[in-house]
């Protein structure tokens, strides 16, 4: 299967969003439900797992709480966390965050690693990374990087939605640390810098699902 570039998946995405006419709320809810039963696969579909997810500012966050949602309709037991402020979340973003909210769910905002948060990360079966997505393009600065750093030392297994946290899609190099996933659920296609400089040791096992972008658009 062939890798793509940020520039190119991006593309890939307006085409599908703007000349065919579907819905970027459509792609989002596609992309979390297929997390999700990526998830449930790596729990073997036991209910009552644990199962923490970490939502950045971003899209992926936006993926993160379609996730969450499917989840916990199956009877997975997930806590939802934002890093930062409810207040900075847009568009599809803050559509699910609200989504989520109105279903009765808490979504826990992190400031700064602190003990109870260590104490998640410890009773939890594994933990989802919605953190960055394939725009990153800076060095993360905390609390990013302290959520990310202790999510790493936890040593358990980490599902990263589309990219892992920290790692440039197209160059594969890591903007000061990076989540190391045990597995990385990405859309459409592989990036190209799952395969460059620090990607390989970064994306664990690679699994590439579909999220409803028409096939006509780059069949060829």
Sequence with gaps: MKSVTVEQIRKLDQL?????????????ENAGRVVAQQVLNFLRCQENSHVAIF???????????VAAR????FGVKVETFLIGSAK?????????????KNCGYKIKEIHRVDPSFKRVLRKADCLVDAIFGVGLNREILNPFRSVIEAMNV??????????PSGLDATTGQIYGTC??????????????????????????????????????????
Excluded at 70 to 73: D, F, G, M, Q, S
Excluded at 154 to 163: F, G, H, L
Aim: net charge positive.
């Design 179 to 220: 989540v190391k996933a045990s597995q990385t659920v990405t859309f459409t296609f592989p990036k190209k810098g799952f395969f460059r400089k620090q990607g390989p040791e970064h994306v664990g096992k690679v699994v590439v699902v579909d999220i409803g972008i028409p096939k006509k658009i780059y069949a060829c």
């Design 154 to 163: 936890s040593r358990k297994k980490i599902i990263a939605v589309d990219v």
């Design 55 to 65: 939502c950045g500012l971003g899209n992926n966050a936006g993926d993160g709480f």
């Design 70 to 73: 499917h989840l916990i309709n």
């Design 16 to 28: 599908a969003i703007n000349q065919y006419g579907v819905p970027s709320l459509i792609l989002m």
């Design 88 to 100: 900075s979340l847009k568009n599809d973003a803050e559509v699910n965050y609200q989504i989520l």
